[in-house]
Structures are given as structure tokens and as C-alpha cells.
């Protein structure tokens, strides 16, 4: 039973356009979330996230919106570059032991495409 | 570069065989996570280790073992291995007060 899904295994877009890339979670009990951008050959690494408590988080060209009613959150790309052609993949985490440390549940990732 | 390193980059080994993926966290990192990559799947947690101890366990084979030595590295040992544990593994390490994981380059094991 999959927790985090990200229902687009691939997502192609212009040069310049905004990128939207879209995860789904079905436990409550996660309340951190975060977006990992990954490389082949490379391991993922760490983008952006998002705590429960806000509805969004910027940075740069990169936003994240959280819908916790709908259980929803999306990474936008504005304006998308071709070096951000990537894999992407929607992560989540639960406090534990009262604690910010946790494992992460991850989706299976959405390719990026970025066309010139 | 994430600061955490693997060894070794690739792996290939038999069936039946054993094996051991060796991690180096981040200079004052005190967690390392464990995850495996298969072919059309996300990271899937293994195991989580906090300044030696074992933490969480997630979907880990009881074939599967790992620990943390005092100077903060880890090893993961995979034993009686199968053409199905090819795959990914990476190594992930956080700060004590910290959601975010650091990733490394990943080991990748193919088993013939």
C-alpha cells in the first residue's frame, strides 16, 4: 500500500514554462514533506520542503504548495530550465519519538523533461 | 556533493554470496538511513541508525543486517543474496535535529 504516489511517471514541458509536478499521501500522521530532485548516477538530493503547519515554501524558482485537507502537494518550477530535467520524487515523514527524526516515505518519482 | 560517501560505486556478485556497503556520513551527522532502489520503484527504507543505535527498521530482510561503528559509519550486509536484492542502495544522513536527508552516490548491486 503505497503511501506517497506520484500518479505522472513523466512530465514534459518548454523551456521557460512552469513545470507542476504533483503527490498525493494517504497518512495522516505525516506532517513534514519534502521534494528530492535526482540525477542518473547520482544520488538524490534535496530540493525543498515544507512543514504541515504552512500551506506553502519558496525558494527561488521553486515552490511548494500543500493542501493537507486534500492531502495534496506540488512542486512548481517557474521559469523551468533544461538543467532541470530530472527525476523528482515526492517524499514524507512522521515525528517521531517526539523528535524531527524520522524515515521518509517516498513515491516513485515523476521525469522531468525540459525541452529547449 | 553531499558530503556522504559510499564504497564501493558497483558491486557484482553471485547468488548465495555475501556482501558489505560501507557509509560515511556528513562531518557531525549522528543518523544514517539505509534505502534500497529496485528497478520501477521508489527508496524504500531499510534501517535507521542514531549515534550507534538502531532507530527504525523498515522493510529490511532478516538477511539483511547493518551497523553503526563509533565513528559514525555504517555498514549494510547483505547475505544469501538473490538475483532480486540487484538493485540500488543508498545511504542517507541527517543532523540529530533535522528532517533532511543527505544523500549519497549509492552502491549499485547487480546479483548474476
Known amino acids: 500500500d503505497q503511501q506517497v504516489k506520484q500518479n505522472s511517471p513523466s512530465l514534459s514541458v518548454q523551456e521557460g514554462r512552469i513545470s507542476i509536478l504533483n503527490c498525493d499521501y494517504t497518512?495522516?500522521?505525516?506532517?513534514?514533506f519534502l521534494w528530492y530532485k535526482k540525477y542518473p548516477a547520482e544520488g538524490p538530493t534535496f530540493l525543498i520542503s515544507?512543514?504541515?503547519?504552512?500551506d506553502k515554501n519558496e525558494d527561488g524558482r521553486f515552490t511548494v504548495f500543500l493542501n493537507k485537507s486534500a492531502k495534496h502537494l506540488s512542486l512548481h518550477i517557474v521559469p523551468s530550465q533544461p538543467g532541470d530535467s530530472a527525476v523528482y520524487f515526492c517524499?514524507?515523514?512522521?515525528?517521531?519519538?517526539?523528535?524531527?527524526?524520522?524515515?521518509?516515505?517516498f513515491g516513485k518519482g515523476t521525469k522531468l523533461s525540459v525541452k529547449p | 556533493d553531499s558530503g556522504v560517501t559510499q564504497t564501493p560505486k558497483h558491486l557484482i556478485t553471485a547468488t548465495g554470496q555475501r556482501v558489505t556497503l560501507r557509509c560515511s556520513p556528513r562531518?557531525?551527522?549522528?543518523?544514517v538511513y539505509w534505502y534500497q532502489q529496485s528497478l520501477d520503484q521508489g527508496l524504500q527504507f531499510l534501517i535507521q541508525?542514531?549515534?550507534?543505535?538502531?532507530?527504525a527498521k523498515g522493510n529490511i530482510l532478516e538477511r539483511f543486517s547493518a551497523q553503526q561503528f563509533p565513528d559514525l559509519h555504517s555498514e549494510l550486509n547483505l547475505s544469501s543474496l538473490e538475483l532480486g536484492d540487484s538493485a540500488l542502495y543508498f545511504c542517507?544522513?541527517?543532523?540529530?535535529?533535522?528532517?533532511?536527508?543527505?544523500f549519497g552516490p549509492g552502491t549499485r548491486l547487480t546479483v548474476l
Open positions: 542517507a544522513s541527517s543532523v540529530a535535529s533535522s528532517y533532511e536527508q543527505f
Open positions: 497518512n495522516s500522521m505525516f506532517d513534514y
Open positions: 515544507i512543514s504541515s503547519i504552512k
Open positions: 517524499a514524507a515523514s512522521a515525528s517521531l519519538y517526539g523528535g524531527s527524526q524520522g524515515n521518509l516515505i
Open positions: 562531518s557531525g551527522d549522528l543518523s
Open positions: 541508525y542514531y549515534n550507534g543505535e538502531e532507530r
